[in-house]
């Protein structure tokens, strides 16, 4: 009989009890804590190894820290101070090594951007053999940039490399100084980082090629357009996000350029090809002075980061 009236009670809009309340409230909270225990794992880790170091970045760049004194005394800002002041004796090394990330950096990321873009459109095709010439575009990616750099510091070698013994046979000047002079030691750089990584950026392509449905492409050949037209009115705009991503991660990628000009050129001539991340090493690893180290670590990182966001900007996919 208690049943009926409570069924008759909850029928006629009276509250459930008590006890069946607390444990609907109990389940709803643990509902909304379960994406957090999830995320938790991944939380701990980027703080311990993500957001700890960059803080600690920030604060020893705060510091005169030298690693070979034991006293490390507060400075605030005149570390990022000597960045431009011309009476610094970091001024000049810095923004060199800033012009020479600067043109590696123009140079290689369109050529890194559209070369694997016409590589992907290629492999995208059907022919014989298309497996083995993605594998063997992509193959390149998977060496180390030690395995790189060694490579072809033998073979760009003036005097006894393959490059310019092979060039030498077909006529050509056989005394080119890839690595020893400008343009030639840009030119290098550039080859070898384009060589190396661009089967990457072409898979990437071409896993957004065939996200593409092909009935946008049979609708526009109905409609008479032609193959630059399809192109331009519906590849690059399918493939929108994905040239947002290849551009940004090009840019940081060739901004932060290291092992390439450290064993292929060596920063010849003189210290013309030394970029940003090669000085960045020296200032902390060679001379111990890790403050300065440490503000040009950060000075370059928020230079980045607004390169980032005008990309996001200039590519912000809107739903038409």
């Given at each position: 009989m208690a049943d009926v009236i409570e069924v008759g009670a909850a029928r006629d809009g009276a509250p459930p009890p008590a006890g069946r309340t607390r444990r609907r409230g109990a389940t709803e909270r643990g509902n909304r804590a379960t994406p957090y225990?999830?995320?938790?794992?991944?939380?701990?880790?980027?703080?311990v190894f993500g957001l700890a170091p960059i803080l600690f970045?920030?604060?020893i760049s705060l510091h005169q820290w030298d690693l070979q004194l034991p006293n490390r005394p507060f400075i605030g800002l005149d570390n990022?101070?000597?960045?431009?002041?011309?009476?610094?004796?970091?001024?000049?090394?810095?923004?060199?090594?800033v012009r020479a990330t600067g043109i590696f950096t123009l140079f290689s990321v369109p050529l890194l951007?559209?070369?694997?873009?016409?590589?992907?459109?290629?492999?995208?095709?059907?022919?014989?053999?298309?497996?083995?010439?993605?594998?063997a575009f992509f193959a390149p990616y998977v060496l180390g940039v030690a395995v790189i750099g060694l490579l072809w510091r033998f073979l760009l070698d003036a005097n006894l490399g393959l490059v310019n013994r092979l060039l030498g046979l077909v006529g050509l000047p056989s005394d080119t100084p890839w690595v020893t002079d400008v343009p030639w030691a840009w030119v290098s750089l550039v080859?070898?980082?384009?060589?190396?990584?661009?089967?990457?950026?072409?898979?990437?392509?071409?896993?957004?090629l065939q996200d593409i449905p092909a009935e946008l492409y049979e609708a526009a050949k109905v409609d008479g357009a032609g193959g630059w037209d399809r192109f331009r009115h519906v590849t690059i705009p399918g493939l929108r996000p994905v040239l947002l991503f290849v551009?940004?991660?090009?840019?940081?990628?060739?901004?932060?350029?290291?092992?390439?000009?450290?064993?292929?050129?060596?920063?010849?001539?003189?210290?013309?090809?030394?970029?940003?991340?090669?000085?960045?090493?020296?200032?902390?690893?060679?001379?111990?002075?890790?403050?300065r180290a440490a503000a040009m670590s950060v000075f370059f990182a928020l230079m980045l980061a607004v390169v980032s966001i005008v990309n996001f900007r200039l590519f912000r996919y809107r739903e038409d």
């Open positions: 225990l999830f995320l938790a794992p991944y939380l701990v880790l980027f703080g970045g920030v604060w990022y101070q000597d960045l431009f002041s011309s009476d610094s004796a970091i001024y000049g090394d810095w923004w060199s090594s951007v559209v070369v694997p873009l016409g590589l992907a459109l290629l492999l995208n095709r059907s022919f014989p053999g298309r497996t083995f010439f993605r594998a080859g070898v980082t384009v060589w190396w990584t661009c089967g990457f950026n072409a898979v990437i392509y071409l896993a957004g551009f940004t991660t090009t840019i940081l990628a060739s901004a932060n350029v290291f092992g390439q000009a450290f064993l292929i050129t060596q920063g010849a001539p003189g210290e013309q090809t030394r970029t940003v991340v090669w000085r960045i090493v020296d200032e902390g690893l060679r001379d111990y002075d890790a403050g």
